[in-house]
């Protein structure tokens, strides 16, 4: 075959599609209880906002980034993430006219040229949740309580959520140049990476995975042991709301993001279950973001989760137990004559909301049975020129093995009241 997806690329096909459905719907649902609405934007924006909106020194922008000229030489940017899409939406769009605070959830595609590997891939899915207008703790603690929520009612016991301050405007900068001052005699012993980030964003190099850095930042000053009043009380705030809901967490002060909008909260929620790439999700307050685009001053915060990821840990736990929805009837014609004629009772049986399939390959009455079985179907239903002359069917029961005539106009009522029986 010649052509093939692109490395990182994954299709999602027809045997997996409802895992993801799950997952998807589970997610809807608990968003619409917390009192979320969808936002969809498109795929592409200006590439311009997202390297405003995340940051130029960042991994994404600096080297990550799917970035095209389109025919009238613009440059777009597939969304590497969705933050700034959504904050360019509601600025747009003026949102902040219709409710003081608008809560918003999506499910999207993002891309990102990586290094394709277990958890890591070109194009992703996030699920993700914002809330535009509140600088308080209690919009921190919505997102992380139902994110928390999420994983629990996907069955995932198995996840640390780690929560962290990475202070404001006032106290970032003089914590800078603590963190500076901290690692300049080792400048030199710290990794290719680091050394690049300390003099724009010195704070990454407290979550670089690389041994050495961790062993030379041991005791570098932390944040959230240098944060101002506001910035403190933010963040005790924050942990006595996730504390009186019952939502377990640590605070560590190596949890920094990678973007440079972050204000105060920066949280992950991680699974031992993924290896490396072991972050399920992660989010943050984003009080700068609006401003940067252009924008008012409006504080935010929200939260980004890998479903990829989410779905290898719910395989690693077994604990994906849903089947994928099988039709309920098969249809099955014994002779040619009959087929079209079944295939109108078929539609009947579709209009009346009854999962049905029937035969689309002309295939012997026997091979039609075989079909059926292998669609794990609870009801075969059979006719031939005597049933049709009769105007009935033969409905066989697939887990009793029953077998008996029904009439055209009582199949429906039959089947619906033996499903209503289990
Ligand atoms: P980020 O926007 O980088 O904070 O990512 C938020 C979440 O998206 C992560 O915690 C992962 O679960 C997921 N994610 C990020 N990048 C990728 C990727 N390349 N492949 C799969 N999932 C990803």
Known sequence: MKFKSIPGAKDILPAESHRWQHVEQTFRELSHRYNFREIRTPVFEQTELFARGIGELT?????????????????????????????????????????????MYYLAPMFRQERPQKGRLRQFHQFGLEIIGSPHPEADAEIIVMTAEYYSLLGITNVELKINSVGCQECRPAYKDKLKEFLSPHLTELSQDSQRRFD???????????????????????????????????????????????????????????????????????????????????????????????????????????????????DAENLFTGNEVAPVVYLAAADNESRTWLYGVTQMLRKSGIPSDTDL???SLKAQMREASRQNVRFTIIAGSDERNRNEVVLK?????????????????????KQSEN
């Open 59 to 103: 991994d994404i922008v600096g080297k990550e980034m799917y970035t095209f000229r389109d025919r009238s030489d613009n440059s777009l940017t597939l969304k590497p993430e969705m933050t700034a899409a959504v904050v360019r939406a509601y600025l747009q769009h003026n949102l902040e006219q219709q409710q003081p605070v608008t809560k």
């Open 200 to 314: 724009a964003n010195p704070l990454r190099i407290l979550d670089s995975k690389d041994e050495r850095d961790s062993r030379l930042t041991a005791d570098a000053p932390l944040q959230k042991d240098h944060l101002c009043t506001e910035c403190s009380d933010h963040f005790s705030r924050l942990q006595e709301i996730l504390t009186e809901t019952r939502v377990l967490y640590t605070v560590d002060g190596r949890i920094v993001r990678g973007l440079d909008y972050y204000t105060k909260t920066a949280f992950e929620f991680i699974s031992s279950a993924l290896g490396s790439q072991d972050a399920l999700s992660g989010g943050g307050r984003y009080d700068l973001l609006a401003k940067e685009l252009g924008g008012s001053n409006v504080p935010a915060v929200g939260v980004a989760g890998g479903i990829e990821r989410l779905l290898l840990v719910l």
């Open 361 to 363: 390959m002309n295939r």
């Open 397 to 417: 029961d697939m887990e009793s093995g029953d077998q008996s005539p029904v009439a055209v106009d009582k199949i429906v009522d039959i089947i619906n009241q």
